[in-house]
């Protein structure tokens, strides 16, 4: 059986190479121990190449996608600062190889969570604005047959994401109620709600504080935090134009182009 570093290899070589099957012969679909082992050793490899943090993603937030992969529990990855498009930008499609694109409400933290019980209240007081923001899932696992573990090691799936350029605060919003469209080419493409997002997006935040303290790496103030996708993805083609409006809470888009 490959190594967890030799599963590593494969998956960074991927992003260059193309995608590789999927990863049954070095993770069990279940080993959630084994996935972020592997998901860790390319952390500390990008790390190391001089690629810095900025933030985690929540994903598979919604029941739906957890029952089609047979676990019950999100997923998380890293957020580093070459993923960042900015509002109104472009991504070359050079530059990934089957991506989707999905909408979302992101957090940015102006406070730490170090708590391994942290709760909903305290992630509510550490958010210093609520965003819109559009993440950019690919996979490097081939035509995305994908199980928990081939997610989990492959960085929860990441590539890109744009952060509304305008936040608000948190007070007075409607986050569990509030409705969002994304247009892709001109046309709607994807509609949902916030409540998909575990029931709230601060629900998924305060799963990602959990987490992430009790694996001795917490949240810092800075942080930026994408709570889960709103409604489906939907799949690029070049050329489009993406837009993601979030009520009550702002937009953003990028230009999927070269």
């Not at 600062?81 to 050079?94: H, N, Q, S, V, Y």
């Not at 409607?174 to 029931?199: F, I, N, P, Q, Y």
């Amino acid at each position: 059986m490959p190594s967890h570093h030799d599963t590593a290899a494969r998956l960074r070589e991927a992003y260059a190479g193309g995608a590789v099957p999927p990863l049954r012969d070095a993770l069990d679909p279940a080993d959630a121990d084994g996935a972020y082992a592997v998901q860790t050793i390319n952390t500390r490899y990008w790390e190391a190449q001089g690629r810095r943090i900025v933030g985690r993603k929540a994903g598979l937030t919604a029941e739906a996608v957890q029952a089609q992969l047979g676990v019950d529990q999100p997923d998380f990855g890293v957020l580093f600062d070459d993923m960042r498009i900015a509002d109104g930008g472009t991504l070359d499609p050079a530059k990934t190889l089957q991506p989707k694109a999905e909408a979302e409400i992101a957090f940015v933290l102006g406070a730490d969570l170090p708590d391994p019980a942290t709760t909903v209240e305290q992630v509510a007081a550490a958010v210093a604005s609520v965003h819109a923001a559009i993440e950019i899932v690919d996979s490097r696992i081939a035509d995305w047959k994908i199980s928990f573990a081939d997610t989990v090691a492959d960085n929860g799936s990441s590539a890109f994401f744009v952060l509304a350029d305008q936040g608000l605060p948190l007070a007075g919003l409607d986050l569990e109620g509030a409705a969002m469209e994304m247009d892709v080419g001109g046309k709607t493409a994807s509609t949902g709600v916030g409540a998909a997002a575990l029931g709230n997006p601060l629900n998924a935040a305060a799963w990602l504080a959990q987490t992430l303290a009790g694996r001795g790496e917490p949240l810092k103030a800075g942080d930026i935090l994408l709570a889960g996708a709103l409604g489906p993805m939907v799949a690029l083609t070049s050329g489009d134009h993406v837009e993601a409006r979030i009520a009550g809470i702002g937009s953003c888009s990028f230009t999927y182009r070269a």
